[in-house]
């Protein structure tokens, strides 16, 4: 079985999520496998909590590309794989993992989805969600209050020390790395268009778009 | 029958007709009107030469959006329509016109296609071509002096004084509309989606007009 892989990137509080929950919901989740870069933060437990307070979470050096790399390989060739879960308060990895089976339909969700040219090739749709910095930073303040219990002071310290400068340097520029670009978040034309072409692909349906184009 | 109608818009030499092209031959001209906003130039016979050396050709204002929009009516509502033809040679609307029968897809395009709001929401899908400027001027630079005979100069001239400046303030902002945008000019992923769409309602998906987007910030 080769399954249709698709790339979902953007930067935080962009709509990611609400992109593969679409999917996921439209077509089912015995359907789709989706691999959420967040889960595959690197293991800090071997730091002071001193060291683990400097550590830049938005920098692509914080995330585990190897095994990430490695599990799309696996699931892209029809082997199960554990995806490792993260927990967020102690910097580490959990002892948990979330089993995922390979499926027709794979989606990877992450800031940093397109920016590894290795992970691009087992994409065959690169979709990049782009939201305007303003409302991201909403988003994100409301949910780092309301769900993660932090201060305004806190979330907006992080947001220009790391936030904000990594997403200049590394998210946005991989926009240029999508097949489409999907503005203000996810809208329900564009949802339709991408749930349509996940169907065509579980069907197997014949598209006839001539093969000339240049490669991204 | 509702049809479903796409707008393709971007830049001079974006990859736009590239788009159309592509879907056309996906899914069939008979099932495909195409609504070539250039057709719609205003005519410009009562002016002299001169004068029409003058003209702004890249601004909204160049087109005649009243028949534009009723045309696009008559479309959305299944009433055939008759196209203008512009000659561009002599910058005049031509004395024939072409028939043109809407088919369930009507496909919008032009560097103002998500100019206007009112035809903007008509469209079911708003798309923007987003080439980088330096490749759209190439491709007009080749375009207009093998095609139209134009020397280096006079586009260049044209480019800086009229198409770039027009661009950026009426063509780019349009992107805003858009529900995807296609970087780099066209690419078979996106043509891939944007057909798996169009087969879709031609198999009976419902159309939404009504995407709760934008209109209102604005």
């Not at chain 1, 001193?50 to 550590?55: L, M």
């Not at chain 1, 670009?181 to 001539?210: C, F, T, W, Y």
């Not at chain 2, 736009?16 to 899914?27: D, F, M, W, Y």
Request: with cysteine; charged share 25%.
């Amino acid at each position: 079985m080769s399954s249709f892989i698709i790339g979902v990137a953007g930067g935080s509080g962009s709509g990611k999520s609400t992109v593969t929950e679409h999917i996921v919901g439209a077509i089912g989740a015995d359907k789709v496998a989706v691999i959420i870069q967040d889960n595959y933060y690197v293991d800090l437990g071997h730091l002071t909590p001193e060291q683990r307070r400097k550590v830049n979470f938005d920098h692509p050096d914080s995330f585990d590309w190897e095994l990430m790399l490695k599990q799309i390989d696996d699931l892209s060739n029809g082997v199960p794989i554990e995806m490792p879960t993260y927990d967020y308060s102690r910097d580490t990895r959990r002892a948990e993992t979330i089993t995922v089976l390979p499926a027709p339909i794979i989606v990877i969700e992450g800031l940093f989805a397109l920016l590894d040219a290795s992970m691009r090739k087992y994409m065959s749709l690169r979709i990049f969600v782009d939201t305007a910095d303003d409302i991201r930073f909403i988003r994100r303040l409301q949910r780092d209050i309301i769900e993660r219990g932090r201060s305004t002071e806190s979330v907006i310290k992080q947001y220009l020390e790391s936030v904000r400068p990594m997403h200049r340097q590394f998210i946005e520029p991989s926009k240029r790395n999508a097949h489409i670009i999907i503005p203000h978040g996810a809208n329900k034309a564009a949802l339709e268009m991408l749930v349509a072409r996940v169907r065509a692909a579980i069907n197997h349906e014949e598209l006839s778009v001539s093969t000339y184009f240049e490669e991204v | 029958m509702k049809p479903f109608i796409i707008g393709v818009a971007g830049g001079s030499g974006s990859g736009k007709s590239k788009v159309t092209e592509q879907i056309i031959h996906a899914v069939g001209a008979e099932k495909v009107t195409v609504f070539i906003q250039d057709n719609f130039y205003l005519d410009r016979s009562h002016l002299t030469p001169e004068e029409r050396s003058r003209v702004n050709f890249d601004h909204p204002s160049a087109f005649d959006w009243t028949l534009m929009t009723k045309l696009l009516d008559d479309l959305a509502n299944g009433v055939p329509v008759e196209m203008p033809q512009y000659d561009f040679t002599t910058h005049t609307r031509l004395a024939t016109t072409k028939t043109v029968t809407p088919a369930k897809i009507i496909i919008l395009e032009g560097i103002f296609g998500l100019y206007n709001e009112e035809m903007c929401k008509q469209m079911a899908l708003r798309i923007f071509i987003d080439t980088a400027g330096d490749i759209c001027l190439m491709r007009r630079l080749k375009r207009d002096i093998s095609e139209r005979n134009r020397t280096l100069d006079s586009v260049i001239e044209q480019y800086s004084q009229f198409v770039r400046p027009m661009h950026k303030k009426f063509v780019e902002p349009t992107k805003q509309k858009a529900h995807i945008i296609i970087p780099n000019g066209s690419n078979k992923a996106a043509l891939e989606m944007i057909i798996s769409r169009i087969q879709s309602v031609l198999n009976g998906d419902k159309i939404n007009l009504d995407d709760g987007m934008f209109f209102d910030e604005e």
